[in-house]
């Protein structure tokens, strides 16, 4: 596939593919709710944490709810941490205060800043592809300051010729809108484009739907690695492979 194309722009999701944030909900409400064990009273830690999980889950699936969240993912939590509970008390179980609630959701947030770091070999990739002379766009979703935030943190900024962030420009994936912008900022057509992400409804199929390359970033992957998912041209579990599966790319130095 790559064979036959001309890429000249690489355009990089951040969270959960250059930097883990987000991902396995489940285990980090499971640390909050040990650590909250007696807040929580008479019920079970794992049996909150998978109420959370389940609330998180049914809201993040609705793109109203989606859309509201991504931009205020702290006030986004406390409403979570409001439905789990209604939900358990529904079902007869003891629940703590509404105060308590959102103290767990609060840790929750705390625990996830905490917990985020850089994606294994994110910086080295980014250097490689930049100095192989692809144009490197950041698309991301998200609140402007929160996303900043995240850039600053991790001295990303340097490595792009272009950021875009939802919050700043009024347009985010999946929408056209937000990849067409992109193209047009690096002066390169959908086919010159390669996508890399962790998401195929957010990142890999509306990329797609305009004629790009596209590369899955899924850590956990198994058979598919390298030969495609059905949706991407390419499926990852490192960064650091992603040069290998561009046309014209020097082999990095430590894929050998």
């Not at 358990?88 to 959701?105: K, V």
């Not at 939802?166 to 193209?183: I, L, N």
């Amino acid at each position: 596939m790559t064979a036959t194309r001309r890429i000249r722009a690489v355009a990089i999701d951040l969270d959960d593919t250059l930097i883990s944030a987000y991902r396995r909900p489940d285990l980090a409400w499971r640390r909050v709710c040990q650590l909250y064990q007696t807040e929580l009273g008479d019920l079970a830690p794992d049996h909150a944490a998978r109420a959370l999980t389940e609330a998180g889950r049914a809201f993040w699936s609705d793109p109203e709810s989606h859309a509201i969240g991504r931009g205020a993912p702290r006030q986004a939590r406390r409403i979570i941490a409001a439905k789990a509970f209604e939900a358990l008390r529904r079902d007869g179980c003891a629940t703590p205060s509404p105060e308590i609630a959102e103290r767990l959701a609060d840790a929750f947030s705390l625990h996830r800043d905490r917990q985020m770091r850089l994606e294994p070999g994110a910086d080295a990739v980014l250097a490689h592809l930049r100095d192989a002379g692809y144009r490197l766009a950041l698309l991301t979703n998200g609140a402007g300051p929160l996303q900043r935030a995240k850039i600053e943190r991790f001295g990303l900024a340097s490595h792009f010729h272009h950021i875009q962030i939802e919050g700043e420009v009024g347009v985010g994936k999946p929408d056209p809108a937000a990849f067409r912008r992109m193209f047009a900022a690096l002066a390169v057509e959908p086919a010159e484009v390669c996508v890399v992400g962790d998401s195929l409804v957010w990142d890999i199929r509306p990329a797609m739907a305009l004629g790009c390359f596209t590369i899955l970033y899924d850590p956990v992957a198994g058979e598919a690695v390298g030969r495609g998912s059905g949706d991407a041209h390419v499926v990852v579990r490192t960064l650091a492979s992603l040069a290998t599966h561009l046309p014209g790319a020097a082999r990095p130095p430590w894929s050998e």
